[in-house]
């Protein structure tokens, strides 16, 4: 078996317009920048994009926004130090959001994942993140029921990789990338390092290569605290 | 009284010095982003607690050095972090589930008001703008305590600690204890329950400045907290 894909380009080259993309990281940690800007490249339309955030500075997901080829945002806090392209668009009425509590939207993707169309949680119980959405009560609390979360892709981030999928994470960069790889009909990681098959240790794989699709090495990627730290810019910006 | 107010009441590294005098050694802790934060400066010595932040870390130590942070090793505020020995990563599902399934001992989070019944309002004002929630109607429900650190009344002069909360609420009956600028509460059986004052403020004057009926049940002590 070998899933292995020789560049960003390639590996993103069938995400059209209108696709569901669910995208790794936690604000930069664990964002998959080249595979995003690889689809910036690409210019499909509106994408619906699922992540914790919307975007901070001018690459990423935010870039993405920016350059006008998302149309909904599936996310927990659209909110950060530098937000204004989405601000500025949602304000506009030119972009949705559907607004989900961090642990609401890691389980739902889980759930998407494994196979559970719905599940209960308290979160959220008695706010207006739960209107319309039914409530049932078990063992004397009150639960509301929320759905699973699937995608046509996953973009995400991995330390280790092999040909047959299975993936390693750095750190903190691991997120919401395990879960996401499993919800996704067609799964992207970048890696950045390939090895060859059992050249991870079978006890330390994290994501099963089951769960995975495609892989593409990039070795020595960009990570999005830094490049916004540089003020970095997505296309960059021509003189 | 605004003006006096100001002169006799804690200042928030104030407010989390006493909160922090509420940790105990084993505690799961999650400090929520901002003001709750500081509580881990004020650790009382000897006691070991284990800080958890939602994106996947537990065990985690101090920001690093200027200069030596490493971005994938970050917490919720995406402020940079240390590990300490021990540490674990974990994927945002099992972090929820940490948050959730009760296995946290305590959270402490920020508020824009309190109320009598546990009622927490901290996400919203409802004043329009980009919404954004994050991890803080998880939070509130499943740790084994759940306090708020808060001044005890607005800017303007307002209770924040109320019969009922008319800001968007982050979750229902769920918060356990507040400690304020002016005192330490417990909300019990949908009451607040005083527990501590600052000695320079009468009952009388610390009731005229909460927004419910603060109740008297066994001994008020004195709050008292060092310069920090």
Same mark, same amino acid.
């Given at each position: 078996?070998?899933?292995?894909?020789?560049?960003?380009?390639?590996?993103?080259?069938?995400?059209?317009?209108?696709?569901?993309?669910?995208?790794?990281?936690?604000?930069?940690?664990?964002?998959?920048?080249?595979?995003?800007?690889?689809?910036?490249?690409?210019?499909?339309?509106?994408?619906?994009?699922?992540?914790?955030?919307?975007?901070?500075?001018?690459?990423?997901?935010?870039?993405?926004?920016?350059?006008?080829?998302?149309?909904?945002?599936?996310?927990?806090?659209?909110?950060?130090?530098?937000?204004?392209?989405?601000?500025?668009?949602?304000?506009?009425?030119?972009?949705?959001?559907?607004?989900?509590?961090?642990?609401?939207?890691?389980?739902?993707?889980?759930?998407?994942?494994?196979?559970?169309?719905?599940?209960?949680?308290?979160?959220?119980?008695?706010?207006?993140l739960a209107a319309g959405k039914p409530v049932e009560?078990?063992?004397?609390?009150?639960?509301?029921?929320?759905?699973?979360?699937?995608?046509?892709?996953?973009?995400?981030?991995?330390?280790?990789?092999?040909?047959?999928?299975?993936?390693?994470?750095?750190?903190?960069?691991?997120?919401?990338?395990?879960?996401?790889?499993?919800?996704?009909?067609?799964?992207?990681?970048?890696?950045?390092?390939?090895?060859?098959?059992?050249?991870?240790?079978?006890?330390?794989?994290?994501?099963?290569?089951?769960?995975?699709?495609?892989?593409?090495?990039?070795?020595?990627?960009?990570?999005?605290?830094?490049?916004?730290?540089?003020?970095?810019?997505?296309?960059?910006?021509?003189? | 009284?605004?003006?006096?107010?100001?002169?006799?009441?804690?200042?928030?590294?104030?407010?989390?010095?006493r909160a922090a005098q509420d940790l105990e050694t084993?505690?799961?802790?999650?400090?929520?982003?901002?003001?709750?934060?500081?509580?881990?400066?004020?650790?009382?010595?000897?006691?070991?607690?284990?800080?958890?932040?939602?994106?996947?870390?537990?065990?985690?130590?101090?920001?690093?050095?200027?200069?030596?942070?490493?971005?994938?090793?970050?917490?919720?505020?995406?402020?940079?972090?240390?590990?300490?020995?021990?540490?674990?990563?974990?994927?945002?599902?099992?972090?929820?589930?940490?948050?959730?399934?009760?296995?946290?001992?305590?959270? =402490? %989070?920020?508020?824009?008001?309190? /109320?009598?019944?546990? +009622?927490?309002?901290?996400?919203? *004002? !409802? @004043?329009?703008?980009?919404?954004?929630?994050?991890?803080?109607?998880?939070?509130?429900?499943?740790?084994?305590?759940?306090?708020?650190?808060?001044?005890?009344?607005?800017?303007?002069?307002?209770?924040?600690?109320?019969?009922?909360?008319?800001?968007?609420?982050?979750?229902?009956?769920?918060?356990?204890?507040?400690?304020?600028?002016?005192?330490?509460?417990?909300?019990?059986?949908?009451?607040? =329950? %005083?527990?501590?004052?600052?000695? /320079?403020?009468?009952? +009388?004057?610390?009731?005229?400045? *909460? !927004? @419910?009926?603060?109740?008297?049940?066994?001994?008020?002590?004195?709050?008292v907290v060092p310069e920090v």
């Amino acid at each position: 078996m070998d899933k292995r894909i020789d560049s960003p380009a390639e590996a993103v080259r069938r995400i059209s317009d209108g696709a569901t993309v669910m995208i790794g990281g936690f604000g930069g940690s664990g964002a998959p920048i080249e595979l995003i800007h690889a689809l910036i490249d690409r210019r499909p339309k509106d994408l619906t994009v699922i992540n914790n955030n919307a975007g901070n500075g001018h690459v990423g997901i935010a870039a993405m926004i920016e350059q006008g080829i998302v149309r909904k945002m599936v996310c927990s806090f659209p909110r950060s130090a530098d937000p204004r392209v989405f601000t500025e668009l949602y304000l506009a009425g030119r972009i949705e959001l559907e607004l989900v509590p961090q642990g609401t939207l890691a389980e739902r993707i889980r759930a998407g994942g494994a196979g559970i169309p719905a599940f209960y949680t308290p979160t959220s119980v008695g706010t207006e993140l739960a209107a319309g959405k039914p409530v049932e009560t078990f063992d004397g609390r009150t639960y509301v029921r929320e759905r699973w979360l699937k995608a046509d892709y996953a973009l995400i981030k991995a330390e280790l990789g092999d040909p047959m999928g299975n993936l390693t994470y750095r750190m903190a960069a691991r997120n919401f990338n395990p879960i996401m790889a499993m919800a996704a009909a067609h799964t992207i990681a970048q890696v950045s390092h390939l090895v060859p098959a059992g050249g991870i240790d079978p006890e330390q794989v994290i994501t099963p290569g089951i769960f995975v699709d495609s892989v593409v090495e990039v070795s020595d990627p960009r990570q999005e605290e830094v490049l916004n730290r540089q003020g970095a810019a997505y296309p960059e910006a021509v003189a | 009284m605004t003006e006096q107010l100001d002169k006799i009441k804690l200042s928030n590294a104030q407010i989390a010095w006493r909160a922090a005098q509420d940790l105990e050694t084993g505690f799961y802790v999650n400090l929520g982003i901002g003001f709750p934060e500081m509580i881990a400066r004020f650790q009382p010595e000897g006691r070991e607690v284990i800080y958890h932040t939602e994106n996947g870390v537990l065990g985690f130590g101090e920001a690093p050095k200027a200069g030596e942070e490493d971005w994938d090793l970050i917490n919720a505020g995406k402020k940079a972090i240390t590990l300490k020995p021990g540490a674990a990563f974990f994927h945002h599902a099992d972090s929820f589930a940490m948050v959730r399934g009760g296995h946290l001992d305590l959270a =402490v %989070l920020g508020a824009y008001q309190v /109320a009598e019944t546990g +009622d927490l309002a901290n996400w919203s *004002t !409802g @004043a329009g703008g980009v919404p954004a929630v994050g991890g803080a109607m998880d939070l509130v429900h499943g740790a084994k305590r759940v306090a708020v650190v808060t001044d005890h009344v607005t800017k303007d002069g307002q209770p924040k600690l109320l019969r009922r909360c008319t800001m968007p609420l982050t979750g229902v009956g769920c918060v356990t204890r507040v400690y304020t600028s002016l005192a330490v509460v417990d909300v019990e059986g949908g009451r607040f =329950v %005083l527990r501590e004052k600052l000695p /320079a403020i009468s009952l +009388d004057d610390l009731r005229a400045l *909460t !927004g @419910a009926t603060l109740h008297v049940s066994g001994p008020v002590a004195d709050l008292v907290v060092p310069e920090v």
